[in-house]
């Protein structure tokens, strides 16, 4: 699990057949100081999670395609939260 911040929406009218219904979040994956870890990743969501949200994701597949429904589904990342507030460590 890793806190990721919602940077954006992705549609997209043609996808994997297990994505529709989805929506899809564009994450920010943050370090525990805060800052930015690598490029953003592509995240189902179904909590509702808005941009500038902080959010509790976790990048384990089995988990994502077992919450789907769908054993042969691309996905990777899923969002299992939102946080009320965060606040990075200070190092």
Same mark, same amino acid.
């Given at each position: 699990?890793?806190?990721? !911040?919602?940077?954006?929406?992705?549609? @997209? #009218?043609?996808?994997? $057949?297990? +994505? #529709?219904?989805?929506?899809?979040?564009?994450?920010?994956?943050?370090?525990? *100081?805060?800052? *930015?870890? %690598? *490029?953003?990743? +592509? @995240?189902?969501?179904?909590?509702?999670?808005?941009?500038?949200?902080?959010?509790? @994701?976790?990048? *384990? %597949?089995? @988990?994502? !395609?077992?919450?789907?429904?769908?054993?042969?589904?691309?996905? !990777? /990342?899923?969002?299992?939260?939102?946080?009320?507030? /965060?606040? $990075? #460590?200070?190092?």
């Amino acid at each position: 699990m890793q806190i990721g !911040r919602v940077v954006g929406q992705a549609v @997209a #009218t043609v996808k994997h $057949p297990s +994505l #529709t219904g989805w929506r899809l979040l564009l994450l920010q994956m943050l370090t525990a *100081e805060g800052k *930015e870890d %690598g *490029e953003p990743v +592509l @995240a189902i969501d179904n909590l509702g999670a808005g941009s500038g949200d902080y959010v509790v @994701a976790s990048s *384990e %597949g089995g @988990a994502a !395609r077992q919450m789907m429904g769908h054993k042969d589904s691309p996905v !990777r /990342w899923l969002v299992m939260g939102i946080c009320d507030s /965060w606040t $990075p #460590t200070v190092g």
